[in-house]
């Protein structure tokens, strides 16, 4: 077994929940989903300068790392601010070679996933694509109200043994 822990801090200004979203805001994802099962995991650049630059010039109002699959960490930040969401499957930034399916429930992205007021999501989309042109931003959907919306099955369960 290995185990790492990792500690750190953050200044209040800098801090984002993944509990502070609001329904009628937009659900934005970076790169691509899907893809561990062909060892996509192995390789990846941590998304640390491009969340460090969106929280100082377009502060989400909620946000965290896609680590589990979309299936699963999507319904946790909904749910965490109290919202439903719906998703644009035909949106879904998959990465080449990968299925819809597998975007939404390989797990291990490394990516970035927040919320924004809509009208705050042409000029961050303009921004970012002169910034990190390497690096897709997609929205993917809506927060609605709570008790409305879609629920998604899949992701990694780290408490669930394989099928043998």
Known sequence: VISIAATGSVHREHL????????????????TLGGSIQGKHLDFTPRIK???????????????????????????????????????????????????????????????????EPERVDALLGAWSGRFPEVPLTAIGTLVEAGQGESLVGGWDHFVAAAS
């Open 16 to 31: 984002v929940l993944r509990s502070t979203a609001k329904p009628g805001q937009t659900l934005l994802v970076t790169g």
């Open 50 to 116: 491009e969340s460090t630059w969106l929280v100082s010039e377009f502060k989400p109002t909620a946000m965290m790392d896609v680590s589990d699959g979309l299936a699963k960490d999507l319904p946790r930040l909904a749910a965490a601010s109290g919202c439903g969401f719906v998703l644009d499957r035909a949106r879904l930034p998959v990465t080449t070679g990968s299925s819809t399916a597998q975007a939404l429930g390989d797990g291990e992205d490394f990516e970035l996933l927040f919320a924004m």
